[in-house]
């Protein structure tokens, strides 16, 4: 079974109710662009076809019109990533892991303004924040092959496609490590956070079983509900885009995911980190890394090599600045 407490993880939730109510406002704003500047393209196509093409051939124009506005609002997503990242979910950790450790916002200041306190005397440009959680992810990726995926938990000979199965979703299960590694940097007031997310894969790895085997039921519980919400979301998402466009199509289909998406976003997500968080701050506790797994990730991890290179390079810069 699992190590988490869901009882004191919604408990957590509900202490960051700030930063909840910010992550709703945010991902929100986002599913509310997708609907607009999708319905808008769709819109502008019908025109285009109504105006140049034959007779019947709007509802075309009307689907590259709004498959075009959905991407460009994916495009603009993917180029400020880094900025959310920085300002919304690093922000959110570091309450998370003030509260986990049984303390609390000093008095008279905001979980917000707090927030950005920290992050901003860790990672003094979003940038490096954004780098370093891109090699964690890299180098997150080679832990399920060196500890023998689903087969170190279920050494079921002739099964070799349940185990394939299986370790697809270990993988998938390992989507907020690189937030768990950037809560343990926080953690330890480091000013050094390549190596400090250096030392964090390592102690991931070590105890690899047991945050997987915590990952993988959170990923379970997160599939079902937001599937669950998926569900919920296809009749408003097709009465909204008929009210924007006049149609609805496969459309409503396709918002009901981005609303499913962005309550995963608000809800789920900061609900799985702290659970994994707090499983994660009790199983290194007095642990040192490993030199064996921190090898092992050199030989298997070209991303883990980056992030070792770039914590060398940044010790080295200091030392050389205080000389």
Known sequence: MWDFSISR???????????????????FCIT????????????????????????????????WG??????????????????????????????MVLLIDGKDVP?????????????????????????????VKGAIAAITGLIGGIAAFL???GLQGLVRFANTIIRLSLTYVDEIILGYNIRIDSDAPFETARRGVVLYAQNGKTMIRNAVWLAIFMWI??????????????ALLYAV?????GWAFLLAIVFAWAVKAALLEPFAIAALMEVYFRTIEGQQPDAEWDRRLTDASKAFRELKDKAMNSLHGRQGTAS
């Not at 960051?16 to 709703?24: D, V």
């Not at 959905?70 to 950790?93: C, M, Q």
């Open 9 to 27: 993880t919604l408990g957590l939730m509900v202490r960051t109710l700030p930063f909840i109510l910010l992550r709703m406002a945010v991902y």
């Open 32 to 63: 509310l662009a997708y609907l607009l500047v999708s319905g808008f393209g769709a819109g502008v196509g019908w025109g285009v076809g109504n105006i140049f093409a034959d007779p019947g051939a709007e509802a075309g124009f009307a689907f």
């Open 66 to 95: 709004g498959l075009i506005g959905f991407g460009s609002v994916t495009l603009i997503l993917y180029w400020i990533r880094e900025y959310i990242l920085y300002l919304v979910k690093a922000g959110h950790i570091a309450v």
């Open 107 to 135: 008095a008279g200041q905001s979980q917000l303004r707090f927030a950005r306190e920290i992050v901003t005397e860790r990672f003094a440009e979003a940038n490096v924040l954004f780098v370093v959680d891109q090699l």
């Open 155 to 157: 050494p079921i000979p």
């Open 225 to 238: 509900l937001s599937f669950v919400i998926f569900l919920f979301m296809i009749a408003p998402a097709a």
């Open 245 to 249: 466009t006049g149609q609805v199509a």
